[in-house]
């Protein structure tokens, strides 16, 4: 069939092939896979920080009470001599 009959029976030579809808359906079906499975990613890590924090957190407390022990045995000893 020639151009002008494409035209003249109606058909729209700027639409997309259906074998591209295809493509572009499948592509955007990836795409989301992909984005899916980022933000798991993402929740997975922020899950590990939030944990690493409160380590962190933990981990300062015992060096805040560590500290005050050290302190205290210094004054005390000072006081013995």
Same mark, same amino acid.
């Given at each position: 069939m020639s151009d002008f009959e494409?035209?003249?029976w109606g058909a729209d030579s700027t639409a997309p092939a259906v074998g591209d809808? /295809?493509?572009d359906a499948l592509k955007k079906e990836?795409? &989301?896979k992909e984005i899916?499975?980022?933000q798991q990613d993402l929740r997975t890590i922020l899950g590990r920080v939030e944990t690493v924090q409160?380590? /962190?957190q933990k981990?300062?407390?015992d060096n805040e009470? &560590?500290?005050m022990y050290i302190d205290n045995l210094?004054?005390?000893?000072?006081?013995?001599?």
């Open positions: 494409e035209q003249a809808l /295809v493509k990836k795409l &989301l899916e499975a980022s409160k380590e /962190v981990l300062t407390s009470t &560590l500290q210094t004054v005390q000893m000072a006081k013995r001599r």
